[in-house]
């Protein structure tokens, strides 16, 4: 569900942004779906990639689940009785990794020896580097190489890098200096908005909801609510109160192409280049009062624990 909202967020974002950028005079202009001439097709082709991956993972996941569940019905199959042994079972590993058993019976992460070949040049990426790879899965595994010391590490650079967009890396034009000074309030606009469509829509969850109610009616936290609450949604897993580059994929990677600002504004929003975003620097990056600022991430998590 998190992964379905973050793509519905993309696709709204790409919508505001294009329609925005047209005239820096026109701030109040309600944004609406708009197409462009050559790209928005790739941009759909890509969302519905992404959307398939994310069927066939729940697909996968509910699979699972069910084995799990006959597994504690049938207590008498013994293959049963080994799948819920089995130490990786409830153990998460990061992209570019995956669970093994040791031989004590405990369970740990270790690199992806080999990532699929694929075959649809949509799966090839762009890196930090200016390089294509075929598949997110080998950059992710190239920097798992680096983080344990792996002999096939590349350099000692590769334990920071990431995926900058989809396709193959190609020249991307500049951002341009007033676009660049109006991104802090255009990316405002568009948090707002997207709480208040979700909310409306009936597919923010509980315990965002009161945030977007609050910030309806609060002139105050009509700004600072949006920001808490995308960053929160972001701080995925680990839970560690910092964003990563590798979090921040699902909105940067996909509008690459068409919002020429993204990059260069998540970039500036790492403001000690420790490669993760703090709640701080995310809100000063939206040129908000730190005042305003609030941690709500933990009760916001335990509010979703309480909710599943």
């Given at each position: ?7 519905l ?5 790409l ?15 309600k944004?609406r779906?708009r ?5 928005a ?9 992404l959307?398939?991956?994310e ?6 996941s509910?699979?699972a689940?069910l ?11 013994k293959q049963?009785?080994?799948?819920l042994?089995d ?7 990061g992209?570019?990794?995956v ?9 740990e992460?270790v ?5 699929n ?5 949509r ?9 294509t790879?075929?598949s ?11 983080d ?14 990431h995926?900058v ?6 020249q991307i ?9 109006d991104?802090?309030?255009r990316m405002?606009?568009?948090?707002f908005?997207?709480m ?32 808490i609450?995308?960053?929160c949604?972001?701080?995925g897993?680990p ?7 590798h979090?921040?994929?699902p ?23 420790d490669h993760?975003?703090?709640l ?8 908000l009062?730190?005042d305003d600022i609030?941690?709500?991430c933990?009760?916001l ?8």
């Amino acid at each position: 569900m998190r992964t379905k909202l973050q793509l519905l967020l993309v696709a709204l974002l790409l919508a505001v942004l294009i329609v925005d950028t047209a005239s820096a005079q026109q701030r109040r202009r309600k944004y609406r779906r708009r197409r462009t001439t050559t790209e928005a097709p790739v941009q759909d082709e890509i969302m519905n990639m992404l959307e398939a991956d994310e069927m066939a993972e729940e697909a996968a996941s509910a699979d699972a689940e069910l084995t799990l569940e006959n597994g504690r019905n049938e207590v008498g199959s013994k293959q049963q009785r080994l799948l819920l042994a089995d130490p990786c079972t409830d153990k998460h590993c990061g992209a570019g990794r995956v669970c093994k058993s040791t031989e004590e019976g405990t369970a740990e992460c270790v690199c992806v020896e080999v990532c699929n070949q694929e075959v649809d040049p949509r799966r090839k990426v762009c890196n930090n580097y200016n390089e294509t790879f075929g598949s997110d899965c080998e950059v992710y595994q190239a920097r798992c190489f680096c983080d344990t010391g792996d002999a096939r590490c590349r350099g000692s650079d590769y334990q920071h890098v990431h995926i900058v967009y989809y396709g193959e890396c190609r020249q991307i034009p500049a951002c341009q200096e007033d676009d660049m000074a109006d991104f802090p309030r255009r990316m405002r606009d568009w948090l707002f908005n997207i709480m208040r469509d979700l909310a409306d829509r009936q597919e923010l969850p509980s315990h965002y909801l009161k945030m977007q109610r609050e910030a309806e009616t609060n002139h105050t936290l009509r700004w600072a609510n949006a920001a808490i609450w995308k960053w929160c949604d972001l701080d995925g897993h680990p839970h560690d109160r910092a964003v990563s580059r590798h979090e921040l994929f699902p909105i940067r990677a996909p509008l690459m192409a068409l919002e020429h600002c993204i990059a260069p504004f998540l970039d500036s929003c790492d403001a000690d280049n420790d490669h993760k975003i703090t709640l701080i620097e995310w809100g000063k990056c939206l040129e908000l009062d730190e005042d305003d600022i609030d941690d709500k991430c933990d009760e916001l998590v335990e509010a979703q624990h309480e909710h599943y």
